[in-house]
């Protein structure tokens, strides 16, 4: 067998090990079996769950391979196939590219110069990108570091509405640098050329606007959407099932 022969053979495996067992592919003699709209139909033979599939024309595909005995579902796996490569490719599609923008200060700075800074740093944070805000000390500016870490501050107080810092600053040669990472999920509350409401309650603004990120991660957390899996297709009472008896005592030699 040449090499290329071996690597396609390779490929064919992990294919069929990573894809569920369907239809005849089902080697066990009996499976706990479910109906096309998630209905239990109770333990059947593997046999009589086979002619089942044939008749309603859908295919028996093993959601659960762990249980005791497997469970198996009537569905359209074709079908299914293709609904989670769609999903899988819309989540791809918004999965937003971060970046590290950077932003270079001088320690004297005009005001005019600083405030273009800042606005392109916003734009930058809205953007969902990271900020990399940077400090080039000349000649004995470098003696005075309390200065730049004085105008990153400033600096991250003018983006706090649309930023958090990430890293503080810290001296690096002739530079100080300052890493500023986006509010998540700031611009699904602004939306699309909207005024940004102020936020209400106590605190410093720096305060606030951690608050709110923290909120946002919270949300975005509890809406987040479950891996697709063929397993989802298995109804809650009997991955509960399936739960309890994979954690139960295991048999010893002695019982």
């Known amino acids: 067998m040449g090499s290329g022969d071996y690597q396609h053979d390779t490929q064919a495996r992990r294919y069929l090990i990573s894809e569920p067992r369907v239809n005849e592919r089902i080697r066990v003699p009996e499976v706990r079996l479910v109906g096309p709209e998630g ?47 769609v999903k899988a490719r819309q989540s791809r599609r918004n999965q937003a590219t971060t970046q590290l923008k950077e932003v270079r200060f001088r320690l004297k700075i005009e005001d005019h110069d600083y405030q273009t800074k800042v606005s392109q740093a916003q734009k930058f944070l809205k953007a969902g990108d990271k900020v990399k805000a940077m400090i080039q000390f000349r000649g004995r ?27 503080k600053p810290r001296q690096d040669g002739r530079n100080m640098v300052m ?70 005592p295991k048999p010893g030699p002695n019982n």
Do not use: C
Request: glycine residues 10%; negative net charge; charged residues 35%.
């Open 39 to 85: 209905e239990q139909v109770g333990i059947v033979r593997i046999e009589d769950a086979l002619r089942l599939a044939v008749e309603a024309d859908l295919d028996l595909v093993e959601v659960a391979p762990k249980a005791k005995p497997p469970v198996a579902k009537l569905m359209d796996f074709g079908k299914w196939k293709y609904e989670a490569a």
């Open 141 to 167: 500016e470098q003696q005075r570091p309390e200065l730049g870490v004085q105008l990153l501050e400033r600096f991250a107080d003018d983006v706090a509405e649309f930023g958090e810092v990430e890293s």
């Open 179 to 248: 890493v500023v990472g986006p509010l998540r999920g700031a611009q699904a509350t602004r939306g699309k050329g909207g005024a940004h409401k102020p936020r209400q309650g106590g605190g410093s603004r720096r305060d606030r606007a951690a608050a709110a990120a923290r909120e946002a991660r919270e949300e975005e957390a509890q809406q987040a959407e479950p891996k697709n899996s063929i397993a989802d297709a298995m109804p809650e009472e009997l991955k509960q099932q399936a739960s309890q008896a994979n954690d139960g």
